[in-house]
C-alpha cells in the first residue's frame, strides 16, 4: 500500500514558528507529554524546552554544544556534546553523568531496554553504549558518514542516514545488541549539484512506522518498506534542516531545525515515543 505526504499532512496547515533566533538549533526531542527540547549547538549555552503552551525557556543551564538528545525509559535525558566529545545523561534533577569520552558523537537514539546507539560521523562508526555502561563498536564503515538515527517502531530495527552518500542505512538489532544485516534500505533524493550526495541527517519515526529524514532537499518520508513517500519542503531552504521530531499535544506536530529556527506543522499522524514499550506497526489510516 501506497503511504504518500497527504496521509501526513493536513490541507491548509503550514509551518509555524516555535522559536527563533538562535544560530544554529538542533537535537530535537520530546518527552511522554510532549514538551519538545532543543539545543542551539553554535552558539547557546543550555538545552531549551518548548512547553504545550508554546513557551520557550531554558531547561538546562551550562550545557553547550548538545548535537544530540533522547529522553530513555528511565526518565533520564541522554544528550551527545559534541563540542566536548563525551556522550552524557541527565537525571530528573539536572544531575549529568558521563558515559563515554573522547569519542566523536553526533545522534542518538535509545531503546526501551537502555540500549544507547550513538553516530560517529568522522570515523564512519556506530557505537553502543548498553545498559551496564559498557561501550562497543556495533559498525565500522557500512555508513560512510554516519548521521542521522532511529528505530523502527517495533524497535527491531536501527535506521541511519548518511551525510556523505545518498541513502539511509538499516541494521537489524540482535538480541544482544548486536547490528546485523547492514542494507541501503531507502534511497534519498538529492540536490542536482550534488546527485550522490543528500545530506542526510536527522531522523524520527511515526506510529504507522514511516521514517522522516532531514536533508540537503528538505524533509524526506518513507514507508516501513523503504519507499519514497515524498519530500516536504524546508520553510527556509537557503538554510540547512537538520533536525526533526514529533511534540506537542498528542505528539501530532512535526517540528523541524531549520538554520537558527524551529517550526511545527499539524498532522494527521504521531510521533513513535522509544521510552515505551516497543509496538508493532499500525497500519496507516485510508
Not at 503511504?3 to 490541507?11: A, E, F, N, T
Not at 520557550?56 to 529522553?71: A, D, H, M, R
Not at 506510529?207 to 524533509?219: C, E, F, K, M
Request: charged share 20%; hydrophobic share 35%; proline share 6%.
Amino acid at each position: 500500500q501506497d503511504m504518500p505526504l497527504s496521509q501526513v499532512l493536513i490541507d491548509g496547515e503550514n509551518w509555524q514558528i516555535v522559536a527563533e533566533g538562535y544560530e544554529f538549533t538542533d537535537a530535537l526531542s520530546t518527552d511522554a507529554e510532549g514538551n519538545l527540547y532543543f539545543s542551539d549547538v553554535k552558539g547557546g549555552t543550555a538545552v531549551y524546552r518548548v512547553d504545550l503552551e508554546g513557551k520557550v525557556s531554558e531547561f538546562l543551564s551550562n550545557s553547550p554544544g548538545i548535537s544530540g538528545l533522547k529522553w530513555g525509559a528511565d526518565g533520564r535525558l541522554y544528550a551527545c556534546v559534541s563540542k566536548d566529545q563525551k556522550v552524557v545523561v541527565f537525571s530528573k534533577t539536572g544531575e549529568r553523568t558521563e558515559l563515554a569520552s573522547e569519542v566523536r558523537p553526533n545522534d542518538l537514539v535509545v531503546t526501551h531496554d537502555g540500549n544507547v546507539y550513538f553516530t560517529m560521523t568522522p570515523t564512519s562508526e556506530i557505537r553502543r553504549i548498553d545498559p551496564s555502561g559498557e561501550m562497543s563498536v556495533v559498525s565500522q564503515g557500512d555508513v560512510a558518514k554516519p548521521n542521522g538515527i532511529t528505530l523502527s517502531r517495533d524497535q527491531g530495527t536501527l535506521a541511519v542516514s548518511d551525510h556523505g552518500g545518498k541513502y539511509v542505512w538499516v541494521f537489524r538489532i540482535e538480541a544482544d545488541g548486536s547490528l546485523r544485516y547492514a542494507q541501503n534500505y531507502m534511497t534519498m533524493r538529492t540536490p542536482l549539484a550534488t546527485p550522490d550526495i543528500a545530506k542526510g541527517d536527522g531522523m524520527t519515526t511515526d506510529v504507522h512506522g514511516r521514517y522522516y529524514v532531514t536533508s540537503a532537499v528538505g524533509l524526506q518520508m518513507f514507508d516501513p518498506t523503504g519507499r519514497m513517500g515524498g519530500v516536504i519542503a524546508a520553510p527556509n531552504p537557503a538554510l540547512p534542516v537538520v533536525s526533526t521530531c514529533f511534540a506537542g499535544p498528542g505528539h501530532a506536530y512535526l517540528y523541524i531545525a531549520n538554520g537558527g529556527t524551529i517550526y511545527r506543522r499539524k498532522t494527521h499522524t504521531s510521533g513513535a515515543l522509544f521510552f515505551e514499550a516497543p509496538k508493532s506497526d499500525e497500519a496507516p489510516p485510508k
